[in-house]
Structures are given as structure tokens and as C-alpha cells.
């Protein structure tokens, strides 16, 4: 079993920036690839962006635009989504997820998800 607890979220305004961190109570975080999504209301929850097991890959949705960045170190088992640039379309609940299949961007290959950060860019 893992647990994700995310952190982070908030309201900003168009333009600003945002770090979540998504925290894993596990021992074995460098077996899971760990995947960022976001469910906006009446949405579907759709990928936004994930890393390899050993950080050696990144993965992100054509949306992204190399606004955001996801990172995460392996000695505290933290994953980070760093958003930069972050537009009205970018609110959001967003989630952290622990895969331990393949296909990164799927959220079927997902077994554990957070509770969720509230993101809202809004002037």
C-alpha cells in the first residue's frame, strides 16, 4: 500500500507560478513511476506529466508547452510539478498517482492517487 499526500495547490493569478509536492509513504518509491493529473469540473481527469522510476524520463501532455516540470527525489520520496506561466485553463484539481506497469500517461496503469490539491488561476 502507498500513500500520497499532495501539497501546494492554491489561487494565483494568470501568469504566476506554482511547486505541488506530492509526498509517498512507501519504501519502495524508486519502483513506481509517479504521474501528475488534474480533473477540472465537469471534465474528465486528464495526464498532465510523469517520471521514470529513476528520474532518467519525463513524460508530458502536448498542453504543457514547457510550462511545467516534473521532478522528484528519491531520498524523500517526493515527486514535484512545477508550473510556470500557469493560465486560467490550468484549474484544477490535481493529482499524484504511483504506477507500477508501464504506459505513463494512462490512468488504468495508476494503482495508488492522492486525495488531491486545489489549483486556481484566476485574476
Known amino acids: 500500500q502507498v500513500q500520497l499526500v499532495e501539497s501546494g495547490g492554491g489561487l494565483v493569478l494568470p501568469g504566476a507560478s506554482l511547486r505541488l509536492s506530492c509526498a509517498a509513504s512507501?519504501?519502495?518509491?524508486?519502483?513506481?513511476?509517479m504521474g501528475w493529473f488534474r480533473q477540472a469540473p465537469g471534465k474528465e481527469r486528464e495526464f498532465v506529466a510523469a517520471i521514470g522510476r529513476r528520474a532518467g524520463t519525463t513524460y508530458y501532455a502536448n498542453f504543457v508547452q514547457g510550462r511545467f516540470t516534473v521532478s522528484r527525489d528519491i531520498a524523500k520520496n517526493t515527486v514535484y510539478l512545477q508550473m510556470n506561466s500557469l493560465k486560467p485553463e490550468d484549474t484544477a484539481v490535481y493529482y499524484c498517482a504511483a504506477n507500477d506497469r508501464y504506459g505513463p500517461s494512462s490512468p488504468g496503469n495508476y494503482a495508488y492517487w492522492g486525495q488531491g490539491t486545489q489549483v486556481t488561476v484566476s485574476s
Open positions: 512507501t519504501h519502495t518509491f524508486s519502483n513506481y513511476i
